[in-house]
C-alpha cells in the first residue's frame, strides 16, 4: 500500500512539474507573439522626441494622444476609414449571398461532379493575388467597374466564396434529414427550411465565415490598389505611406495608424474566438 501511494504522489508531482513546464512554454510563446501588438499600441501613444529618441523605450514616458487626434482630424483618414468598412461590408455580403447557398446545395444534394467542383474550389483558394489582378482589370475595365466600391469587393468575395464552401459544406452534411423532413411536414419550403432551420443549425460556421469574409476585405491592399483607380476611394491599407516623408518618418502617427487597423481583428478574435476555433475545427472533420 505505501509503494502504491508513493507511485502516485510521485505521479502526481512529476504531472505538476510537466502541468509547470507546458505553462511556462505557452506563455513564453504567448509573449513572443504578442509583443508586436504591444509595441505597436505602446509606440502609438508616444511623443514626437521620445518615438526617434536614441534610448529605447518600452513604455511612453511621456503618454500623449496627438497621433491618434491627428489620424482622426485627417479628413483622407476618415475617409480611407469609410472606404475600408463599405468594401469589407460589401464583399462579405457578396461573399455569404453566394458562397453560403452553394455549401448548401453541394451539402445536401447529390450534384453531379460535386468533387470536381470541390477540388476547383480548393485549387482556386491557392491562387496568388497577383495572378488574378491582371485578367480582373481587363474584365472590370470593360464593366465599368474600375473606381467603384463594387470592383474589389467582386475581387475579394471570389476568393471568400470557395473558403465558404468548403467550410461550410461538412456542416450542412452533418445536419441530420430528418429536421428537413419535420419541416417539410410543418409546411416549410426550401426557403423557409434554408433560413428557419439550417442556419441556426450551424451557427458556428456560420459565425466563422462571416468574420473570415469580412476580415478579408477589411485586410486587403493589392484588390483596392488596382481597381480603385480613384485615390479618395482607396482603403486605409493603401494610405498607410503618407507619414513618410522627405523630412523622416512619423513614426507614432504611423502606429496609431496600425493600431486603428488591427483593432477590429483584435476585437473579433477576442470576442468571436470560441466560435471561429471551434468553427474551422469542425468544418474541417466533419462529413
Known amino acids: 500500500m505505501e509503494k ?8 502526481s508531482s512529476k504531472e505538476k512539474r510537466k ?9 513564453l510563446i504567448a509573449v ?7 509595441w505597436l499600441v505602446a509606440m502609438s501613444f508616444k511623443s514626437d522626441a521620445e518615438s526617434f529618441g536614441k534610448i529605447v523605450t518600452y513604455y511612453p514616458h511621456e503618454f500623449t494622444l496627438k497621433p491618434w487626434i491627428e489620424n482622426f482630424s485627417d479628413a483622407e483618414f476618415v475617409k480611407s476609414l469609410k472606404n475600408s468598412m463599405i468594401i469589407a461590408l460589401l464583399s462579405m455580403t457578396l461573399s455569404m449571398t453566394f458562397g453560403v447557398p452553394a455549401a448548401y446545395g453541394m451539402g445536401r444534394y447529390k450534384v453531379p461532379g460535386s468533387k470536381g467542383f470541390l ?24 464593366l465599368n467597374l474600375l473606381g467603384t466600391y463594387l470592383g474589389p469587393a467582386l475581387a ?12 461550410l459544406r461538412p456542416y450542412f452534411k452533418s445536419v441530420p434529414t430528418a429536421l428537413d423532413d419535420a419541416a ?11 433560413f428557419k432551420i439550417m442556419i441556426p443549425a450551424i451557427k458556428t460556421g456560420i459565425i466563422t465565415v462571416v468574420v473570415i469574409s469580412f476580415l478579408n476585405g477589411w485586410n486587403d491592399l493589392a484588390y483596392s490598389m488596382t481597381f480603385n483607380v480613384k485615390p479618395e476611394m482607396r482603403p486605409l491599407t493603401a494610405n ?6 522627405k523630412w ?40
Open 4 to 11: 502504491t501511494a508513493a507511485k502516485a504522489t510521485f505521479a
Open 19 to 27: 502541468n509547470y513546464i507546458n505553462g511556462a512554454i505557452a506563455i
Open 32 to 38: 513572443i507573439f504578442l509583443f508586436p501588438i504591444y
Open 119 to 142: 477540388l476547383t474550389f480548393l485549387v482556386t483558394q491557392m491562387l496568388p493575388a497577383s495572378l488574378m489582378l491582371t485578367p480582373m482589370y481587363l474584365i472590370f475595365n470593360k
Open 156 to 167: 475579394i468575395s471570389s476568393g471568400s466564396i470557395p473558403f465558404i464552401v468548403v467550410t
Open 184 to 194: 417539410r411536414i410543418d409546411g416549410c419550403g426550401v426557403f423557409r427550411s434554408f
Open 240 to 245: 498607410i505611406y503618407k507619414f513618410q516623408s
Open 248 to 287: 523622416g518618418t512619423k513614426w507614432n502617427c504611423i502606429m496609431a495608424y496600425g493600431t486603428i487597423l488591427v483593432l477590429p481583428v483584435i476585437l473579433l478574435f477576442v470576442f468571436l474566438q470560441k466560435y471561429i476555433v471551434g468553427g474551422l475545427t469542425a468544418g474541417a472533420v466533419k462529413e
